[in-house]
């Protein structure tokens, strides 16, 4: 499964409006495709996930956050100044036993306020349906081979009800301050793409 291309003919009717108006403006010169691509990119996999990785390194750090997180997901991301479109958040939280995996089936329903924009191939037709349908190897298409016994639990997202994956909390990160901890949560591992960064010589992720 490739993750490295857009599906022109996948587009929801806004993406197909914007795509369309991006390719006018760029034949009038008035654009510079690459430079959009640039500003994407931040956005995408810079400044979008850092607000979800300090979710997730103040819930490492602090167990009543934690367990505010596990109860109420919405009103513990909110208090962080993070707020969506008014869909509800849920945290589900990896252990030894279980990994969990987001999903949106149906569309691309997808946790901006805390992710950023949506990677590619979240909205790609065949992440949506394998992920279901063969978690496991779709994981292993990542890059993350889990142990046989580890369940895999994949969570289904909606307009209404979004999912934001906590990782374990790495080895030899014990005094760690919430900015050192949150240097180690990528993007996809808020997706259950993948695990978080191991930690590495002298708090700097490995």
């Given at each position: ?59 490492w ?8 997180l ?39 329903c ?27 190897g ?7 081979t889990?142990?046989k ?21 790495p ?20 997706i ?15």
């Amino acid at each position: 499964m490739s993750h490295d291309h857009d599906h022109d003919n996948e587009l929801d009717p806004f993406a197909a409006r914007v795509r369309a108006l991006e390719t006018i403006l760029t034949e009038k010169g008035l654009i510079d495709p690459s430079a959009i691509d640039v500003i994407v990119e931040t956005y995408e996999t810079k400044i979008g996930p850092r607000n979800g990785a300090r979710v997730v390194a103040k819930a490492w750090s602090d167990p009543t956050y934690a367990d505010w997180l596990k109860r109420d997901a919405t009103a513990a991301i909110a208090s962080m100044s993070y707020t969506g479109q008014g869909e509800h958040m849920q945290a589900v939280f990896n252990t030894e036993d279980t990994h969990n995996l987001v999903v949106c089936t149906l569309c691309s329903c997808y946790p901006w306020s805390v992710l950023g924009l949506p990677p590619v191939w979240y909205k790609a037709p065949p992440y949506r349906s394998r992920a279901v349908i063969d978690p496991r190897g779709v994981l292993e298409e990542f890059g993350l081979t889990l142990p046989k016994d580890k369940k895999i639990r994949v969570w289904d997202s909606t307009a209404e009800l979004r999912y934001l994956v906590v990782p374990m909390r790495p080895e030899g990160t014990e005094g760690w301050s919430e900015e050192q901890l949150a240097g180690l949560v990528s993007r996809d591992a808020m997706i259950g793409t993948a695990l978080a960064k191991k930690a590495g010589i002298k708090g700097q992720p490995a």
